[in-house]
């Protein structure tokens, strides 16, 4: 199962890194939920989430309200760590 996820590693890696996916941040969260997770790669986990939090929820103005959703989502699961990490 995990040789299957890191094939597909690059499909998950490209929309985070063309421009606009830069700023929206629901990308870093879904990578870090489902892949950083799934693989059990805590530094990574940890790197996109605070990414996430800090980031500025105004880089896309028109998606102000769902920059701020996924920044509480991340402060959410940060706050989980010790849950999702053996």
């Known amino acids: 199962?995990?040789?299957?996820?890191?094939?597909?590693?690059s499909n998950y890696r490209l929309p985070?890194?063309?421009?606009?996916?830069?700023?929206?941040?629901?990308?870093?969260?879904?990578?870090?939920?489902?892949?950083?997770k799934k693989i059990?790669?805590?530094k990574l986990f940890v790197r996109l989430l605070t990414e996430v939090k800090d980031a500025d929820p105004k880089s896309i103005p028109e998606l102000h309200p769902e920059q701020t959703f996924e920044q509480k989502k991340?402060?959410?699961m940060l706050s989980k760590l010790e849950d999702y990490f053996e």
Do not use: D
Not at 16 to 33: D, P, R
């Open 1 to 9: 199962m995990i040789s299957n996820i890191h094939q597909n590693v």
């Open 16 to 36: 985070i890194s063309q421009s606009i996916s830069k700023t929206y941040l629901a990308n870093k969260v879904l990578y870090a939920e489902y892949f950083a």
């Open 40 to 42: 059990q790669n805590k």
């Open 74 to 76: 991340a402060h959410t």
